[in-house]
C-alpha cells in the first residue's frame, strides 16, 4: 500500500467519524489529532498493514485484533470511533515517557488488550495524582519493578495489572464458531441457493468437533443439488441442510437491556443471519447508508448452531485468589519501594459478583501481605456519555498503611475519577449522567423515527 493510499483510508475515516463528534462531544479537530498521534506511535507501516486487510478479522473480534476491527471495520460504528480516539488519548497522556515505546511495540505485537489496560490504569493514577507524586511507565524488561510506577512522599508504588479474562476453554469455542460461520458461509455462496443450516454438536466445540463438524457440512451441501434436504452425522456432529423458506426457523435471538437473549426459549447457543446489500463493496454500502438509503437486505442464509457450553473453565473467586497471590510474589520490593498496588482487570460483571464473599477474599490476602497498598479490580463499559469507563472494585487499604490518610485520598479520587471526568478529554461531563441517558433516548428515538418513515417511503 503505497503512503497516499495510506492518507486516503485515514481521511475517510476522519470524515466519517467527524459526522456524528458533535453527538460524542467531540471539540474540533480531536478526531484528526489522534489519527495523526497513532499515525507518529504505531507507525505507518503497522497502520498500511491493517488497511491492506492481509488477515482475516475474526468474525467476534476476539484476541488480539482490536484495533483491526476499530479502524478496518470503519468509522460507521459509534463504538469503534469512540474506541479508537480513547486509546489516542491515552497514548498522547504518555507522549513524554521514555518507556512508551516498550508498551506501543507490546500492544501492536500480541498483548493489545493487558497494554491497553497497564496504560488505562496508569492514565489514571497520573490524572489524580495531583501535586502528591508522579507517575511513569515501567519498561518492559525482566528487571522492572511492576507495570508502572508512582513516586509517592514516602517511597516508589510498583503497579502490577493483570486481566481475569476467560479461561481458554471458554474463548476457545467462541474463536471456532466464528471460524465454523466463515467456513459454512464460503460453502452457501458457492451453491448460490438460499440455504437453511442447522449443526448440533453432542459435546463441547472443540477443535475435534470443530473438524468433524466440517467435514459433515461439507458433505450436507455436496448433495444439496440432487437431493436438496438432507442431513450427515459424523464423530456425534449432525448438519442439517435445507432450502430457506418462509417457513423456515427464525432467529431466535434478540438484543435486550444490552444483552443478547433468546426470546423462545430454543436450544441454539448462537444463530446468524446472512445478507447481501447492493453495493460494490463496504464504503459504498457504508457512504449510502448515511446519505439516508435503507438497504432491503437479501438473506442468502441463516445457520443456527448449538453444543454443549459447559460451565465455565474456572470459578471467578479463586481466580481472584490466585491472580492475587501471584501478583504479590511477583512485584519486586526493595530498597525505596514503598509498597505495591495491584489493578486486576475482569471480564465478569462487577454488578453480579457478590461483594461480601470478594471482600472476604481480597481482605484476607492483604491481610497476609505486610507490602500491599491496595487491590482495584476494574471492570471496563459502555456510559451513556459515549464513552468507555471503568466500574472499580476497591479492597481496604492494607494495614501497613493506614495511618496514611493521603494515600487513602488517593486512591478514592482513582474510584471516583471515571464516574465524574471525560477519560478522553479529561474534563468534568458537561451533563450529569441521568441528562446524558436521556440524550441517548432521544438520539434512539429520532433514529428509530427517520427509519419509519424511510419504510413510509420505499
Same mark, same amino acid.
Given at each position: 500500500?503505497? /503512503?497516499d493510499?495510506?492518507?486516503?483510508?485515514?481521511?475517510?475515516?476522519?470524515? *466519517?467519524?467527524?459526522?456524528?463528534?458533535?453527538?460524542?462531544?467531540?471539540?474540533?479537530?480531536?478526531?484528526?489529532?489522534?489519527?495523526?498521534?497513532l499515525?507518529? =506511535?504505531?507507525?505507518?507501516?503497522?497502520?498500511?498493514?491493517?488497511?491492506?486487510?492481509? %488477515?482475516?478479522?475474526?468474525l467476534?473480534?476476539?484476541?488480539?485484533?482490536?484495533?483491526?476491527?476499530?479502524?478496518?471495520?470503519?468509522?460507521?460504528?459509534?463504538?469503534?470511533?469512540?474506541? *479508537?480516539?480513547?486509546?489516542?488519548s491515552?497514548?498522547?497522556?504518555?507522549?513524554?515517557d521514555?518507556?512508551?515505546?516498550d508498551? *506501543?511495540?507490546?500492544?501492536?505485537?500480541?498483548?493489545?488488550?493487558?497494554?491497553?489496560?497497564?496504560?488505562?490504569?496508569?492514565?489514571?493514577?497520573?490524572? *489524580?495524582?495531583?501535586?502528591?507524586?508522579?507517575?511513569?511507565?515501567?519498561?518492559?524488561t525482566?528487571?522492572?519493578?511492576?507495570?508502572?510506577?508512582?513516586?509517592?512522599?514516602q517511597?516508589?508504588?510498583?503497579?502490577?495489572?493483570?486481566?481475569? @479474562?476467560?479461561?481458554?476453554?471458554?474463548?476457545?469455542?467462541? /474463536?471456532?464458531?466464528?471460524?465454523?460461520?466463515?467456513?459454512?458461509?464460503?460453502?452457501?455462496?458457492k451453491?448460490?441457493?438460499r440455504?437453511?443450516?442447522?449443526?448440533?454438536?453432542?459435546?463441547?466445540?472443540?477443535?475435534?468437533?470443530?473438524?468433524?463438524?466440517?467435514?459433515?457440512?461439507?458433505?450436507?451441501?455436496?448433495? =444439496? @443439488?440432487s437431493?436438496?434436504r438432507?442431513?450427515?452425522?459424523?464423530?456425534?456432529?449432525?448438519?442439517?441442510?435445507?432450502?430457506?423458506?418462509?417457513?423456515?426457523?427464525?432467529?431466535?435471538?434478540?438484543?435486550?437491556?444490552?444483552?443478547?437473549?433468546?426470546?423462545?426459549?430454543?436450544?441454539?447457543?448462537? @444463530?446468524?443471519s446472512?445478507?447481501?446489500?447492493?453495493?460494490?463493496?463496504?464504503?459504498?454500502?457504508?457512504?449510502?447508508?448515511?446519505?439516508?438509503?435503507?438497504?432491503?437486505?437479501?438473506?442468502?442464509?441463516?445457520?443456527?448452531?448449538?453444543?454443549?457450553?459447559?460451565?465455565?473453565?474456572?470459578?471467578?473467586?479463586?481466580?481472584?485468589?490466585?491472580?492475587?497471590?501471584?501478583?504479590?510474589?511477583?512485584?519486586?520490593?526493595?530498597?525505596?519501594?514503598?509498597?505495591?498496588?495491584?489493578?486486576?482487570?475482569?471480564?465478569?460483571?462487577?454488578?453480579l459478583?457478590?461483594?461480601?464473599?470478594?471482600?472476604?477474599?481480597v481482605?484476607?490476602?492483604?491481610?497476609?501481605?505486610?507490602?500491599?497498598? @491496595?487491590?482495584?479490580?476494574?471492570q471496563?463499559?459502555?456510559?451513556?456519555?459515549?464513552?468507555?469507563?471503568?466500574?472499580?472494585?476497591?479492597s481496604?487499604?492494607?494495614?501497613?498503611?493506614?495511618?496514611?490518610?493521603?494515600?487513602?485520598?488517593?486512591?478514592?479520587?482513582? %474510584?471516583?475519577y471515571? /464516574?465524574?471526568?471525560?477519560?478522553?478529554?479529561? /474534563?468534568?461531563?458537561?451533563?450529569?449522567w441521568?441528562?446524558?441517558?436521556?440524550?441517548?433516548?432521544?438520539?434512539?428515538?429520532?433514529?428509530?423515527?427517520?427509519?419509519?418513515?424511510?419504510?413510509?417511503?420505499?
Amino acid at each position: 500500500m503505497r /503512503r497516499d493510499s495510506l492518507d486516503h483510508h485515514l481521511y475517510h475515516w476522519i470524515s *466519517v467519524a467527524n459526522e456524528r463528534a458533535d453527538r460524542y462531544g467531540f471539540p474540533p479537530g480531536l478526531i484528526e489529532e489522534s489519527l495523526q498521534r497513532l499515525k507518529t =506511535l504505531l507507525g505507518e507501516d503497522y497502520l498500511r498493514q491493517i488497511f491492506e486487510g492481509t %488477515v482475516d478479522l475474526h468474525l467476534l473480534g476476539l484476541r488480539e485484533q482490536e484495533l483491526e476491527r476499530w479502524l478496518r471495520g470503519g468509522a460507521n460504528v459509534d463504538d469503534h470511533v469512540i474506541q *479508537v480516539i480513547d486509546l489516542a488519548s491515552t497514548l498522547s497522556e504518555f507522549a513524554t515517557d521514555p518507556s512508551l515505546a516498550d508498551k *506501543v511495540d507490546r500492544l501492536k505485537q500480541s498483548s493489545f488488550w493487558p497494554s491497553q489496560f497497564e496504560l488505562a490504569m496508569a492514565l489514571r493514577a497520573k490524572r *489524580v495524582i495531583g501535586n502528591d507524586g508522579e507517575v511513569k511507565l515501567s519498561p518492559e524488561t525482566n528487571s522492572a519493578a511492576g507495570d508502572f510506577l508512582i513516586n509517592w512522599q514516602q517511597g516508589m508504588i510498583a503497579c502490577e495489572c493483570a486481566r481475569l @479474562a476467560f479461561g481458554e476453554e471458554e474463548e476457545e469455542q467462541y /474463536r471456532l464458531l466464528g471460524d465454523l460461520y466463515r467456513y459454512v458461509e464460503k460453502h452457501i455462496k458457492k451453491a448460490k441457493q438460499r440455504c437453511c443450516l442447522k449443526i448440533r454438536v453432542g459435546g463441547p466445540l472443540v477443535p475435534t468437533s470443530f473438524t468433524a463438524t466440517t467435514r459433515a457440512a461439507k458433505t450436507a451441501f455436496s448433495r =444439496l @443439488a440432487s437431493i436438496g434436504r438432507n442431513s450427515v452425522e459424523i464423530d456425534n456432529a449432525h448438519v442439517e441442510l435445507e432450502l430457506l423458506t418462509e417457513t423456515s426457523e427464525r432467529i431466535p435471538f434478540r438484543y435486550i437491556d444490552g444483552r443478547v437473549q433468546d426470546i423462545c426459549g430454543t436450544e441454539w447457543v448462537a @444463530a446468524q443471519s446472512l445478507c447481501y446489500v447492493n453495493a460494490s463493496d463496504d464504503d459504498e454500502a457504508a457512504a449510502r447508508y448515511r446519505s439516508g438509503e435503507v438497504f432491503v437486505g437479501e438473506e442468502y442464509g441463516r445457520v443456527f448452531v448449538a453444543w454443549n457450553r459447559g460451565r465455565p473453565d474456572f470459578d471467578p473467586y479463586d481466580r481472584i485468589r490466585s491472580k492475587i497471590k501471584k501478583k504479590r510474589h511477583q512485584t519486586k520490593i526493595g530498597a525505596g519501594v514503598y509498597g505495591r498496588i495491584i489493578f486486576l482487570e475482569s471480564q465478569w460483571n462487577l454488578d453480579l459478583i457478590k461483594r461480601d464473599r470478594l471482600s472476604e477474599i481480597v481482605n484476607h490476602e492483604l491481610d497476609e501481605s505486610r507490602n500491599t497498598v @491496595a487491590v482495584f479490580i476494574a471492570q471496563r463499559c459502555a456510559s451513556v456519555h459515549y464513552r468507555r469507563w471503568y466500574k472499580f472494585f476497591r479492597s481496604k487499604i492494607g494495614p501497613s498503611y493506614e495511618r496514611d490518610a493521603s494515600l487513602n485520598c488517593f486512591l478514592n479520587r482513582l %474510584v471516583w475519577y471515571d /464516574r465524574d471526568f471525560d477519560a478522553i478529554l479529561n /474534563r468534568r461531563y458537561s451533563r450529569t449522567w441521568e441528562e446524558a441517558a436521556e440524550l441517548v433516548k432521544q438520539h434512539e428515538a429520532d433514529s428509530d423515527e427517520l427509519t419509519r418513515r424511510r419504510e413510509q417511503d420505499l
